[in-house]
């Protein structure tokens, strides 16, 4: 249901993907396609495919293989899809280049997008491992805001799938940012009293983290979550997934 809801999201959202804000009395609700890449209804953007192509990684024996992974990467990337983050594209041409692992993934001030929190939700599936996850992050978004919001995200997953209530998943969220991580602190503590009309939803990750987790906070419903979310336009389709 989780991998589902993350494409569902992700086709919501594509149709108002580079867009400003929707007004409230004229909210999308339909999963339509179009927007300005012209997606069919349903179709996956970079968001669903790559977490697909996480999920199948995994395989059956659930282990984690860099390699396998970003050879899936480089296939896809030579069917020339129609959308691929700036990071994602320079981390994949340096796994085709040939270099070593720890160069692969980006660390450029610029380098800290969505691109690997979108697509990390499979890893939910395996026993929870800060180093495991730390691993599939860098190889596209090798920062630290990248890799601590990847880890928040996934061990809140693993609580809602275990029945927490979500004020206790969201005070745990805050419970687990590292001390020297302020902004990111900054960001998932104003969510009580940010209002919809000031929820940022760009292509950075921690405003991606925070549209998630303000869905999560403010709504009763996990359509009335995307609906909100993805009606805020911008990276529609990533904070939708």
């Not at 959308?83 to 994602?88: C, Q």
Request: aromatic share 8%; glycine share 8%.
């Amino acid at each position: 249901a989780c991998l589902l809801g993350l494409h569902c999201g992700d086709s919501l959202g594509a149709t108002l993907e580079f867009q400003p804000p929707r007004p409230r009395d004229n909210f999308h609700t339909e999963i339509i396609g179009g927007g300005s890449l012209n997606w069919q209804p349903g179709e996956p953007t970079d968001d669903t495919t790559m977490m697909i192509m996480l999920l199948e990684s995994l395989g059956t024996d659930k282990t984690l293989d860099i390699y396998d992974l970003s050879s899936r990467f480089i296939d896809w990337k030579m069917t020339e899809p129609k959308d691929m983050g700036r990071t994602t594209f320079y981390s994949i041409m340096n796994m085709i280049e040939g270099k070593s692992p720890s160069n692969w993934g980006m660390t450029g001030e610029s380098d800290q997008g969505n691109g690997a929190l979108m697509r990390c939700a499979p890893l939910s599936l395996i026993p929870f491992s800060e180093t495991i996850i730390n691993k599939q992050t860098a190889m596209t978004h090798n920062t630290k805001n990248c890799k601590v919001s990847d880890v928040i995200l996934l061990a809140a997953i693993g609580e809602a799938y275990k029945g927490l209530d979500k004020e206790k998943i969201y005070k745990n969220v805050i419970e687990r940012i590292p001390k020297d991580c302020e902004k990111l602190k900054s960001y998932m503590e104003s969510i009580p009293e940010t209002n919809w009309e000031d929820l940022e939803t760009s292509g950075y990750v921690l405003h991606t983290l925070k549209a998630a987790f303000w869905g999560l906070y403010h709504t009763d419903s996990f359509e009335q979550a995307l609906i909100e979310v993805v009606n805020r336009g911008d990276d529609a389709d990533t904070c939708g997934a």
